[in-house]
């Protein structure tokens, strides 16, 4: 190791983040960078089932877990959303409602196949534990026509967690 101070931190700057950083990096989490058992405990609970899940739109994308740094008790905010994902004020983001996020995914329909009840299952399984472990459950749609949906609530311990998927709605 050198003692030039310009030398010690190229390491740690030796791969430069890219000027836009995708939304899902944004939101990774580290189970062994955190001692929270209860957001572990949540995503090792809802992993399983997202394994392969796909949230049907005019595109089915994949459904994945979330954390955000936004811990106040206060309802997050289309702006605070913004911020946390580190888009343009000018990018759209709405509030949605947490009933018309699961209306798709949760009844069986008649002409359903074993695939599609399959996954209706799962949806209602993913359902119940984020119900159980999440208050204050709230849905953000981000974008226009390509929309990453991120449902997001409150552990016991005030830490923000959730889904995100994204949807294709022309």
Request: glycine share 4%; aromatic share 8%; net charge negative.
């Amino acid at each position: 190791m050198t003692n030039n101070p310009a030398k010690r931190n190229t390491d740690a700057a030796a791969t430069p983040e890219p000027a836009s950083t995708p939304a899902s990096a944004a939101v990774q989490i580290s189970t062994e960078a955190t001692d929270d058992k209860a957001l572990v405990s949540l995503k090792e609970a809802v992993d399983p089932l997202l394994t392969d899940l796909l949230y049907p739109s005019e595109s089915d994308e994949p459904v994945t877990f979330v954390t955000c740094y936004l811990a106040q008790e206060a309802p997050l905010t289309e702006v605070q959303i913004k911020e946390w994902q580190m888009v343009p004020p000018s990018v759209y983001v709405e509030e949605g409602s947490v009933d018309d996020f699961w209306a798709p995914v949760l009844t069986d329909e008649d002409w359903y196949g074993d695939d599609e009840k399959k996954r209706t299952a799962t949806f209602r399984k993913l359902k119940a534990i984020l119900d159980a472990q999440l208050t204050g459950q709230q849905i953000f749609r981000q974008g226009k026509t390509e929309i990453t949906v991120y449902l997001l609530g409150r552990l016991t311990d005030g830490t923000r967690a959730g889904i995100q998927t994204t949807v294709v709605e022309s």
